[in-house]
């Protein structure tokens, strides 16, 4: 498959009172088409800016500050953030969901404007014909009796019935990536494995290509073909997601898989912490930035700049020096 | 009646705790919303039950009908053997004294303009379980010590305190007073993944260290239930469904909820991941408002026959500590 989106060295930085925030400091990753990653990462590694940088939706105070975005092979960071290139790609051929699917959906408008609007906007269509593609959009993604939804406000609908109308939002200009970040943090159990599922069998559909961003390991073992591993706006590790759980390489990744419990753990398993917090992303040192917490920290990480990746065989690549 | 036994700390029997919903000018109550329908189950000392479910399922109610910070509709509740629905509001402190709760969110549910000390110290003023000041400080020092936090921290305010250390702040409160039993109400899904581990071993060491103390653990996470109880109740729209021990409830899930709520969870391992069955529930959760006849579940089973919607199935027997409230089974 070939690559669809490819991003080198992206820098996002925030400049606050107390300094600036490292809050994506030169992530490298690929995209390929029809392919499903996840980046993975606790809450302040930098997943969810990245993606909006991607997007380019980052508002002052944070700034892009440098990097390249490579998608059908032009730069997207030499586009104006709301120049009429980067409108025309932002929610027609690189689509977001967000977590909240109550923030997200804006409150004074019926479901069939918000959805008809993106159509009408991106694709030229006639008020007609995007009413006829929003109804087909609703039933796509399991919502009874479409047409007379059309009409309702966001609040009539569940949680989990807004996330679905935000899929199909997502998904009506055929995008050819779809960024889903935490899309089901906020909704229940059998709710998330609905939609979970449904979003992979529209992506297989529509040909798309898909980054779930979370923090649940178990849904990128689930559905991510190759994951990225972040901590404090880095990638420590990037593999596929067969080699990631057999042979985790990094410290963290490492503590990770030790910490969380599992639904089919043994009696009597221990959790394993990782000790200390996640650091502070000002002025943050340049060397690795889980030295403090590292289990298997040597001299040199105190010493020498953070490590780039690396690759160990296969597609597997890691930022650490206790793999030299 | 019979008394309930020794060893049990918790004996809720038959539970209901109706919510009316009024409408209209003059206030007409015009239904209830059944947020718990009787629910039944027993906590021994020193045992952790688990209470898992999805949202509007009851478990926070039933956490706050045994706090007495609801007056259940029917049912009984046992604590320590005595009947606390049925006793005099001053003595309905003296409960609050054992039964401790820990909440789900460590920004909301501590003061910010209270300093760390006075929030784990308050309920040894409140319950008046402390003598003299130096008694206070001691008792307060050592709390902190307990949950891993710093006694010369207790002069600062929560916002200098991480989500981590904050919760840790909310056990050292709940355990000021020592008490026999903590509600935990989602007490970690508020945290990242690295420091929830921290929360849950430290629940876990707490009770290995002080003997005889039991908690109702009330989450939706499945995997951390089953991680840190004894048993499990797994409830759905205002009933327990299924209650087991937590080896045979990932092993032999019988009640169809069940195995979807288990199946629904995804495991940290693709190669398992691979190959396990899934089941994917159609719609969402009716509204305790309105519910199905029957069996409030079926109209999403999977294994559902006409009889399910006739009537309301019992918890069954069905081996040993293992009762299911399905017909199929």
Redesign the interface.
């Given at each position: 498959m070939s690559t669809l989106l490819e991003v080198k060295n992206l820098a996002t930085q925030f400049n606050t009172e107390g300094g600036v925030v490292k809050a994506v400091d030169g992530i490298s990753y690929h995209l390929d088409e029809q392919e499903i990653i996840g980046l993975v990462g606790e809450s302040g590694c930098g997943k969810s800016v990245s993606q909006l940088s991607v997007m380019q939706l980052i508002s002052s105070p944070g700034r892009i500050v440098g990097g390249e975005i490579i998608f059908e092979g032009q730069n997207l960071l030499q586009f104006e953030a709301n120049g009429p290139e980067m409108r025309s790609i932002r929610g027609a051929k690189i689509a977001m969901i967000f977590q909240e699917p109550m923030t997200s959906l804006n409150p004074v408008l019926t479901i069939g404007r918000q959805l008809t609007e993106t159509l009408e906007l991106h694709l030229g269509m006639s008020q007609e014909a995007s009413r006829e593609r929003a109804i087909e959009l609703l039933r796509l993604v399991g919502i009874p009796s479409a047409e007379e939804r059309l009409e309702d406000y966001p609040h009539h609908f569940s949680g989990g019935m807004r996330q679905r109308v935000m899929i199909a939002m997502g998904l009506s200009c055929n995008p050819k990536i779809l960024i889903a970040d935490e899309p089901t943090t906020a909704l229940d159990v059998t709710t998330q494995a609905q939609l979970l599922e449904m979003m992979k069998d529209m992506v297989e559909q529509f040909r798309a290509s898909l980054v779930i961003v979370t923090h649940n390991l178990g849904v990128v073992a689930r559905y991510a073909q190759r994951i990225y591993i972040m901590y404090a706006g880095r990638i420590v590790e990037a593999g596929t997601t067969k080699d990631i759980f057999a042979k985790p390489l990094h410290p963290y990744t490492i503590g990770l898989l030790k910490c969380i419990p599992r639904l089919d753990e043994e009696e009597g398993r221990k959790l394993v912490p990782i000790d200390g917090l996640p650091p502070n992303l000002i002025n943050m040192p340049s060397t690795c930035a889980f030295v403090p917490r590292c289990a298997y920290k040597s001299e040199r990480c105190l010493q020498e700049p953070w490590p780039p990746l690396r690759h160990m065989g296969n597609q597997h690549y890691v930022g650490c020096f206790s793999n030299d | 009646m019979n008394r309930p036994l020794d060893d049990h700390i918790l004996d809720i029997r038959d539970l209901k705790m109706y919510f009316p919903v009024y409408r209209g000018l003059l206030r007409k109550k015009v239904a209830d919303v059944k947020a718990v329908d009787g629910v039944t189950f027993k906590l021994m000392k020193g045992e952790t039950l688990g209470l898992v479910g999805?949202?509007g399922c009851g478990k926070t109610t039933v956490g706050r009908c045994i706090l007495r910070l609801y007056q259940p509709t029917d049912g009984q509740i046992f604590f320590e053997g005595e009947d606390i629905l049925h006793i005099a509001e001053q003595t309905v402190r003296e409960i609050r004294r054992k039964i401790a709760l820990i909440f789900q969110d460590p920004y909301s549910s501590l003061d910010p303009r209270q300093s760390a000390g006075s929030i784990v110290g308050e309920p040894l003023k409140i319950h008046q379980v402390v003598n003299s000041q130096s008694e206070y400080t001691d008792r307060v020092e050592e709390l902190f010590r307990l949950v891993g936090l710093d006694p010369s921290m207790k002069d600062r305010f929560p916002h200098e305190f991480?989500g981590?250390q904050r919760q840790r702040i909310g056990v050292a409160r709940a355990l000021a007073c020592e008490p026999s039993l903590i509600i935990c109400d989602e007490p970690v899904s508020a945290l990242?993944?690295?420091?929830?581990?921290?929360v849950?071993?430290l629940l876990g060491e707490l009770q290995e260290g002080l003997k005889g103390l039991s908690y109702l653990f009330i989450a939706?996470?499945?995997?951390?239930v089953?991680?840190?109880s004894d048993r499990v109740a797994v409830m759905y729209l205002g009933r327990v469904v299924e209650i087991t021990d937590?080896?045979t409830l990932?092993k032999n899930p019988l009640h169809p909820y069940t195995r979807?709520?288990?199946?629904?969870?995804?495991?940290?391992?693709?190669?398992?991941?691979e190959t396990r069955e899934?089941i994917?529930?159609k719609g969402?959760?009716p509204s305790p408002l309105n519910p199905p006849p029957g069996c409030s579940f079926h109209p999403r089973c999977f294994q559902a026959i006409g009889e399910c919607s006739k009537a309301i199935p019992p918890l069954r027997h069905i081996g040993e500590g293992h009762e299911v409230a399905c017909i199929r089974v």
């Open positions: - | 999805e949202s991480s981590g990242d993944v690295s420091i929830q581990a921290q849950i071993n939706h996470d499945l995997s951390v089953r991680h840190i937590s080896q990932y979807a709520l288990l199946s629904a969870v995804p495991i940290a391992d693709p190669f398992i991941e899934r994917i529930l969402e959760v």
